[in-house]
């Protein structure tokens, strides 16, 4: 249940989109967070961001902040698209119990 009114059914590959825009799915964090100021309507002039991100990487660092703040709407669909909704069993059984019945079955 969203209490805060922000959340969103996006499921976006910023990894992915990291390594396809700028070379490096490190990247795709800082696509989230241009993602993140859009949805919260944070607007952040380029000197502002420049002077809190690292000097390191800090052009390519800005760039993919912008790119995740004016995301398209085909970039947004590509998660929708790029994988199922994941579903995760946890059974009764402790994490010791599943490494030693995987062992059994070995």
Known sequence: ????GY???????FGKLGTEKFGRE????????GRLMALI??????EELARVLPLK????????VQFGYHLKQE????????????????????????EMEAE???
């Open 1 to 4: 249940m969203c209490q805060t």
């Open 75 to 98: 970039d947004l669909e590509r998660g929708s698209h790029s994988r199922g909704k994941r579903e995760f069993d946890f059974s009764s059984k402790q994490p010791g119990e599943l």
């Open 57 to 64: 990487y800090r052009e390519e660092n800005l760039s993919a």
């Open 41 to 46: 309507d944070i607007d952040a002039s380029e």
């Open 104 to 106: 059994n079955h070995a």
């Open 26 to 33: 490190i990247f795709g964090n800082m696509i989230a967070l």
């Open 7 to 13: 959340c969103t059914e996006e499921e976006i590959p």
